[in-house]
């Protein structure tokens, strides 16, 4: 049986929140080496870009997940699944003229 939408969206929602904490820890570490902690102190800064990181990853995860799932298409919506024709047209002019 295949998960559900919901399952789908949280999946994707966790996947990109680990992602996003693990490039929120890598970018905020390299921020926090080269212009320091500032008032707040190291712990409160790296927190941030973490949690924005991950935050920001598993939104745009989570709505991916679903856009991308492959689910069954709905009764009553029909698909056109032919493909498009292509027309390869013939240059004209080709002969110079000296």
């Excluded at 996947?15 to 820890?25: A, P």
């Excluded at 698909?79 to 110079?96: C, D, E, K, V």
């Amino acid at each position: 049986m295949e998960p559900s939408t919901t399952d789908k969206m949280k999946m994707g929602a966790l996947m990109g929140g680990t992602v996003g904490l693990c490039v929120g820890f890598v970018f905020g570490s390299i921020n926090l080496i080269r212009f320091g902690s500032g008032s707040k102190g190291p712990i409160h800064m790296l927190s941030q870009y973490m949690i924005g990181s991950a935050a920001s990853f598993g939104f745009f995860m989570s709505i991916g997940s679903v856009i991308r799932s492959e689910g069954k298409v709905p009764a009553g919506i029909q698909w056109n699944q032919r493909p498009l024709p292509i027309q390869i047209n013939a240059r004209r002019g080709t002969a110079s003229s000296d």
